[in-house]
């Protein structure tokens, strides 16, 4: 098995990446899908979320309200580390437990977006970096998922730089080019992952 770590900047197409290995045949483990999934109604995550931010952040059917959750964490760097602290655990639980079910000769791509500002380099064998520009960045951020410049802005701003991706990276996969040479470049890191699996 090869556990990969695979990050980039907010708009940099990690997604999109993350779309192609699992099209070769990765085992993907989506931390963000996960840290959903681990407050859920009903779960011990989402009581503990409850306990320790309030009812406030229910929405009316008992779900997590998001948005409600982030404006208080994310104006307060205590809070934020106190949600960090319930979410977190579960999510690297969850994951370990995906991993293990995975096959002996599988490449397992943990897709972890804030991978480097977290310091998680050390979990994985080797560390994929998505790469694009800031302006290819903004671009998307603003063009495709309709954010005002401004958020997108801030939104990179809050992120590990361009620079501190790239030192912690084994692979970097250059996004700032057309589909066709992204997936040709995939593919090449995809048969490295097979071999290093294999051997």
Wanted: aromatic letters at 2%; one cysteine or more; glycine letters at 8%.
């Amino acid at each position: 098995m090869v556990k990969v770590g695979l990050t980039g900047g907010i708009g940099a197409g990690k997604s999109e990446v993350s779309r192609l290995l699992v099209a070769c045949g990765a085992v993907l483990i989506d931390a963000d899908r996960i840290a959903r999934e681990v407050v859920e109604p009903g779960t011990p995550g989402l009581a503990a979320v409850v306990e320790a931010f309030g009812e406030e952040v229910l929405a009316a059917d008992g779900s997590l309200d998001r948005p409600k959750l982030g404006s208080i964490v994310f104006a307060d760097a205590d809070k934020l580390a106190l949600l960090n602290s319930i979410v977190h655990p579960l999510v690297g639980a969850r994951s370990r437990e995906l991993e293990e079910a995975a096959a002996e000769d599988a490449v397992v791509v943990h897709d972890v977006p804030l991978l480097t500002e977290n310091g998680l380099a050390g979990l994985y064998d080797l560390v994929i970096v998505v790469d694009a520009s800031p302006e290819t960045q903004l671009d998307r951020l603003v063009r495709l998922r309709g954010m005002t410049e401004e958020d997108a802005r801030a939104r990179m701003a809050a992120q590990a730089t361009r620079e501190q991706r790239r030192r912690i990276a084994d692979v970097v996969i250059d996004n700032d080019v057309p589909l066709a040479d992204l997936e040709r470049r995939v593919k090449d890191v995809w048969a490295e992952l097979v071999r290093r699996a294999q051997g």
